[in-house]
């Protein structure tokens, strides 16, 4: 059937003049018309496209009229073609049999007798042309239709979401392919109302039928999800959305919607609440015991397998001891000692490290022989993990399912995840038990032997420390051999490159020497932050002032794809904290910041005053008071939950091995900490991450640190003024001294605090006192100095340390004219700092 929109008449009248006739009286009314000679002339003609024909009965009798059938049968259904037939004078078609068939052949005939006016024929013509346009019309809309259909199944296909109708009078149900395959079946598999219902949990059939019955009672959309069981006896979840369909009466007659499986969906949800709740109760937990089963009752649940549990590993008998294991009601425990070749040939995989999956036990070639003795303790299916430590087997995560079971990917995956969480955790609860007993029996045998001896007693109490900090240290030494590997070789290359002469060489080694210096002082002050133990130097400051004239710095250290925006309040609250160490953390959050941004985006630093009450507080807000709040957001990937919840754990970090320590918001964690306040972070995953620092209001009246930027801090020269170095340390003393003299200072050296202060009593013109915190034979550089400015009430003191207990310098600020500088650092920032000092002291 020609598909063209033509709505030219094909006129056959091949005797006399009926064809000119015809055309003629058409043409002049201003419809298009063409004649043709011939039946198959005119079936070719009606093919290439016509809106409708006029032909003669004497051109029809006696002709080969299968052509015209066939190219009405080949209509399609939005077609009813037009003829119009001219008959002779006294032939009129109750008294024209044969006109009578062509009626009956033709289908939609007009009879015309001949001779006819004119008018007649053209009025007719139109009437024709007007009803194929209409059949036209219909044919756009059915196209309409279809391609309207062929789009809505092809975005319900793509989106896995299945179409349903169900008649509410008759009962019927009409569902897509896509939404059987929700109840499990087959596209030609038939799914009626009752198959749907049977296929309901029955726990949740009740619901089901009231949510029905609510929508059509109400005219509300239907919206519900519920478990299914498919015929394999599986368990899934649906969700179906409806919505009421009215007849002219506004009386309901069917509900239409869709469906779509989200088995996935909920797992994954379940999955990771579950890992929440591991965590939260791993914690709790006092006994590894307690801590396996439970991890067993979470997979178990999760999963709804028959069994779970974890077994200790004796690999040379090929057994595992099962002390408590977790089954589901019917499934009794397999608590003891088991035999691995009772039940299978897998024992080498799990010996290699290799997880064992097996879907079905009659099956497997490793279970075959056994798969009587598995499907006894309700293990037809299985997974077994191993838990490796120092490359040896050493337990076992399980889980048992009565039913044959293909075991998902994700599965898979959840189950390792809680295998690793678990074993972790039981290790660390059992060092810890370990060492608390090993500290109870230190201090009895403590207790038992002072009388003997503060020199047994100490040594007791060593080997306690030495214990805790073995535990506590063993994650540094990879990095700190990699850090020492970098500067060891650098400084052999140098060495090297000396004796050969080839001395141009030498600056890139000296410069990978120098990388490597700064990453391991930055490792330790991070460890420091973390631990609160870092050397602050607090003053009361203006974080208003020092945001402001960080900004252009903090711009540059993220790349020009990402915006920083500074927005502050108009006057802010004095804190009293360390301002090097403040911008640093301010550094450190921009950088995460940046890295959650890799397309680039914002990073917004806000300054405000915020004052927290008691009832008012959050969870896991700050103590009530008043704080200066510094806020960090950034337009980045955003944060899960659980990811925030060991976001400040030292060396956790989610970048790649070998690009990020993990110490960066713990290194933030602790220096607000050891300042007196509190971090809170907001994010949500795909919308960005707050990062919100509270420091306390402070009350100290000094003067307002507003120290001039980076960019505005230059070296001075000097005038030869004097510097006493004090330190127990021969390499440090000589390193400061040399540099300093290097740059025109005079300097006096000493090793111990006594000797510093009989040089001090003795020598008047030192106008910079130079110590370490810690020094030997009774006298810290805190004491010394605390002695010496007692003799020099204007002497200058800079404290050089790497590390100082509370005992020392205590939680308030130093007195006027004291000041920090932490180790490492480098000969630049020393000379910087002693050149201000010593201008200050004249």
């Excluded at 003609?45 to 004497?58: K, P």
């Excluded at 980045?636 to 990811?643: Q, S």
Aim: hydrophobic share 40%; net charge negative.
């Amino acid at each position: 059937m020609n598909r063209t929109l033509s709505e030219r008449a094909i006129v056959l009248a091949p005797l006399g003049r009926d064809a000119a006739v015809a055309t003629a009286v058409l043409a002049e009314a201003g419809l298009d018309a063409a004649a043709v000679a011939d039946v198959p002339g005119f079936v070719a003609a009606l093919r290439e496209g016509a809106g409708f024909a006029i032909v003669t009965e004497d051109a029809l009798r006696g002709s080969d009229l299968r052509a015209v059938a066939e190219f009405l049968a080949e209509q399609a259904e939005w077609s009813d073609f037009p003829f119009i037939v001219l008959t002779a004078r006294g032939g009129g078609i109750e008294r024209n049999p044969a006109a009578s068939r062509l009626l009956e052949m033709l289908g939609n005939v007009t009879f015309l007798e001949r001779p006819f006016h004119p008018t007649s024929l053209v009025s007719l013509a139109r009437s024709a042309r007007r009803a194929r346009l209409r059949q036209y019309e219909a044919r756009r809309r059915l196209e309409e239709i279809r391609e309207g259909q062929e789009r809505m199944s092809l975005a319900l296909s793509a989106g896995r979401l299945g179409s349903w109708s169900f008649h509410l009078a008759t009962g019927d149900l009409t569902t897509s392919p896509e939404g059987k395959a929700h109840y499990g079946r087959a596209p030609d598999e038939p799914l009626t109302l009752e198959d749907l219902r049977d296929a309901i949990h029955p726990d949740d059939l009740p619901r089901w039928e009231q949510a029905v019955a609510g929508s059509v009672d109400s005219g509300r959309d239907l919206d519900i999800e519920y478990r299914c069981i498919w015929p394999d006896r599986s368990l899934h979840r649906v969700k179906i959305n409806g919505r009421i369909e009215r007849d002219a009466a506004d009386v309901a007659v069917r509900i239409v919607g869709v469906s779509q499986d989200v088995t996935s969906a909920r797992a994954t949800e379940h999955r990771r609440a579950a890992l929440l709740a591991l965590g939260d109760g791993l914690r709790n937990k006092l006994e590894p015991t307690e801590m396996t089963y439970l991890a067993a009752e979470i997979l178990g649940t999760t999963l709804g397998v028959s069994r779970a549990g974890y077994g200790i590993i004796d690999p040379v008998a090929e057994t595992v001891t099962i002390e408590r294991d977790w089954n589901q009601p019917g499934t009794r425990s397999i608590s003891g000692v088991l035999q691995f070749r009772d039940y299978g040939t897998y024992i080498e995989e799990l010996k290699q490290g290799e997880t064992v999956v097996v879907a079905d036990a009659r099956l497997d070639p490793r279970t075959a022989d056994t798969a009587s003795e598995l499907e006894a303790i309700h293990a037809r299916s299985f997974i077994n993990m191993p838990l490796i430590d120092h490359n040896n087997f050493v337990a076992l995560l399980f889980l048992n399912h009565e039913h044959v079971r293909e075991w998902t990917p994700a599965e898979l995956a959840f189950v390792r995840d809680v295998a690793d969480r678990t074993h972790a955790a039981v290790e660390r609860r059992v060092a810890e038990q370990a060492l608390a007993s090993l500290a109870e029996n230190l201090e009895q045998q403590v207790d038992e032997r002072t009388r003997e001896s503060e020199a047994a007693q100490e040594q007791l109490r060593q080997s306690q420390k030495m214990e805790a900090v073995g535990q506590l240290t063993g994650g540094l030494a990879h990095d700190f051999n990699n850090l020492l590997m970098g500067v060891s070789g650098a400084l052999d290359l140098i060495g090297r490159r000396a004796k050969q002469e080839r001395f141009a060489e030498i600056p890139k080694y000296l410069e990978m020497a120098e990388g490597g210096i700064a990453r391991a002082a930055g490792l330790t002050h991070r460890l420091l932050a973390f631990s609160r133990r870092q050397t602050l130097d607090p003053k009361p400051t203006d974080l208003k002032s020092v945001v402001a004239n960080l900004a252009d710095f903090l711009q540059r250290s993220v790349g020009p794809s990402i915006s920083v925006t500074v927005q502050h309040q108009m006057t802010l609250w004095p804190t009293l904290i360390d301002q090097n160490q403040f911008e640093n953390a301010l550094l450190n959050l921009c950088i995460n910041a940046r890295d959650a941004m890799p397309d680039g985006g914002e990073i917004v630093i806000e300054t405000e005053n915020r004052t927290v009450d008691q009832t008012g507080s959050a969870a896991d807000a700050p103590e009530p008071g008043d704080y200066v709040r510094i806020t960090v957001s950034d337009t980045g990937t955003g944060m899960a939950a659980d990811i925030i919840e060991r976001a400040f754990d030292p060396f956790y970090t989610t970048k790649p091995l070998g690009e990020g320590t993990g110490l960066g918001l713990s290194m933030v964690y602790g220096f607000v900490r050891q300042s007196g306040g509190h971090v809170r972070i907001e994010s949500q995953v795909g919308e960005g991450t707050a990062v919100h620092l509270y420091f306390p209001r402070s009350e100290h009246r000094e003067a307002i640190a507003t120290a001039p930027s980076r960019q505005e801090r230059r070296d001075q020269p000097n005038r030869g003024e004097t510097v006493m170095i004090v330190d127990d340390e021969v390499l440090i003393r000589t390193l400061v001294a040399e540099s300093l003299e290097e740059l025109g200072y005079r300097t006096i050296q000493a090793s111990d605090g006594v000797q510093a202060l009989g040089i001090i009593g003795d020598a008047s013109g030192i106008d910079l006192l130079i110590t370490d915190v810690g020094l030997p034979n009774g006298l810290n550089g805190r004491q010394l100095a605390d002695a010496a400015r007692t003799r020099r009430p204007d002497l200058n003191v800079l404290f050089i340390t790497g590390y100082a207990e509370n005992t020392v310098f205590g939680d308030a600020p130093l007195d006027g004219g004291m000041h920090l500088l932490t180790k490492p650092f480098e000969l630049g920032e020393l000379a910087r700092r002693v050149s201000e000092l010593t201008r200050a002291q004249t």
